[in-house]
């Protein structure tokens, strides 16, 4: 990993939320995103917020930002089993270049 | 657009072996990165390109592997000889400006 530190495992029931939480290191990150990644497939973005916001709403999903303490959210509405997944979250460093957490598992029951 | 495209999605090769990861980014794209993931270590960053140019490859294991890109649209990933703690999934991701997008990996595993 590169200093984004990520909770390793969460179960929700489905219809229930869900929140991941990530810890990032640079105060000058301008952009932070949530990959969200299935079996045997490669990482999906989805959804980033940018440095100046606190929270972004997208569908069923919430990303909370504090800058204070460097700590990114990312809430799931009415959690759905196609929500089984892990969860990345990444925050952008000089160059383009992602930094990326160890990754949150999330498993849904039915 | 048809995504990041790696291949082959499956490798198995026997230790002492060349092995030749090959990625085709998006089209347009100006960035691509090769990672390699495992259980044990997560998403590590191998190497970047920039403009077809070698910016970090800081990441690379080894001298035992090799990364190219020589245009736009094609970049590999090589290791020889194989060895396998090199097993793992081979992730190829392409950039504009912010964002990456991911092809669906190459899983290696050496013998």
């Known amino acids: 990993g590169e200093d984004v530190e990520q909770s390793l495992f969460l179960s929700v029931r489905e219809g229930d939320s869900s929140v991941i939480n990530c810890t990032y290191t640079d105060s000058s990150s301008t952009y932070l995103y949530w990959y969200k990644q299935e079996p045997g497939a490669g990482l999906q973005l989805l959804t980033y917020?940018?440095?100046?916001?606190d929270m972004k709403q997208d569908q069923r999903l919430t990303v909370l930002l504090n800058k204070k303490d460097k700590h990114l959210s990312l809430r799931i509405a009415d959690t759905q089993t196609g929500d089984s997944a892990i969860y990345f979250c990444a925050e952008r460093r000089g160059n383009n270049r992602l930094a990326f957490g160890k990754g949150n598992q999330v498993v849904v029951i039915p | 657009d048809a995504g990041v495209i790696q291949s082959p999605r499956h490798e198995v090769t026997e230790m002492g072996q060349e092995v030749t990861l090959r990625c085709k980014p998006i089209s347009g794209h100006d960035y691509l990165f090769w990672y390699r993931q495992t259980m044990m270590r997560g998403l590590e960053l191998l190497i970047y390109?920039?403009?077809?140019?070698?910016?970090?490859d800081s990441g690379m294991p080894e001298d035992r592997f090799s990364a190219k890109m020589p245009n736009a649209s094609f970049s590999t990933l090589k290791i020889q000889p194989s060895e396998p703690r090199d097993s793992a999934v081979y992730f190829c991701?392409?950039?504009?400006?912010?964002?990456?997008?991911f092809g669906s990996g190459t899983r290696l595993t050496v013998v």
């Open positions: 991701a392409s950039s504009l400006s912010s964002g990456y997008t």
């Open positions: 917020i940018f440095s100046n916001m």
């Open positions: 390109f920039n403009n077809n140019v070698p910016i970090d």
